[in-house]
């Protein structure tokens, strides 16, 4: 069955450290692999999209990468801060299937 | 400009009562999108609108659940007979490109005594 599975549902860091978060996915051919934050009580909000003819992107203090062949995507904060404490959700689009979430990882930028 | 807005924030009902919650979508896109997200998970896909008709509705869980978009712009989800299973937070999202970027809203808090 298809699945979605993000590595941990927390992950506790130290300010300016590096955040990596890790998407993987099971019986899917993403076309797209997209990551959205979500504050509490909040929607998610779109931060990166990147292609399944695209190894790696950035965005400001992020990067993601999308490794087709490991079936996986590695999301990226540089230099975190506080403020970058938040739930990260990935989702794939592929074929005429819907976007398709995974849970999320909780993170949490201690100072 | 405007965000996706939602309607109400918060809805308390009793079990077996019908329930409407609306979604204002950015004006101008095409796309609009239902998905549910309960506590600890990602958001559940609902309903896929493209215009006024429903693409994709292989995610409405059974024959209680109905949404419509009438005029291609603004949609009501529609849940009758509700039980307490239904309770979430319901989300819509728009976009200009089923390939591109959703919009999400804040959500409707769905509680079902």
């Known amino acids: 069955s298809q699945k979605i599975e993000q590595n941990s549902e927390a992950l506790n860091i130290q300010e300016g450290k590096t955040a990596t978060l890790t998407c993987n996915y099971t019986?899917?051919?993403?076309?797209?692999l997209q990551w959205y934050r979500q504050d509490p009580g909040r929607g998610p909000v779109f931060l990166l999209l990147?292609?399944?003819?695209?190894k790696e992107k950035r965005k400001e203090r992020l990067k993601v990468t999308f490794d087709t062949t490991l079936k996986q995507s590695l999301f990226h904060i540089t230099a975190s801060q506080p403020a970058d404490s938040a739930t990260y959700l990935c989702?794939?689009?592929?074929?005429?299937?819907?976007?398709?979430f995974g849970k999320g990882t909780r993170l949490s930028v201690i100072a | 400009g405007a965000g996706v807005s939602q309607t109400p924030s918060n809805k308390v009902t009793e079990k077996g009562k019908y329930v409407e919650l609306r979604c204002d979508p950015i004006?101008?896109?095409?796309?609009l999108y239902w998905y549910r997200q309960s506590l600890g998970q990602g958001p559940e896909f609902l309903i896929y609108?493209?215009?006024?008709?429903?693409?994709?509705d292989s995610g409405l869980p059974n024959d209680r659940f109905f949404a419509v978009r009438p005029e291609g712009s603004v949609s009501t989800l529609k849940i009758q007979r509700t039980e307490r299973g239904d309770s979430a937070v319901y989300l819509c999202?728009?976009?200009?490109?089923?390939?591109?970027?959703?919009?999400f809203g804040p959500g409707t808090r769905l509680t079902v005594l």
């Open positions: 999202a728009s976009s200009s490109s089923d390939r591109g970027r959703r919009f």
């Open positions: 019986n899917y051919s993403p076309a797209y």
């Open positions: 990147i292609r399944e003819n695209e």
């Open positions: 989702a794939l689009l592929s074929g005429n299937t819907p976007l398709v």
């Open positions: 004006s101008g896109h095409t796309a």
């Open positions: 609108f493209q215009g006024t008709g429903a693409a994709d």
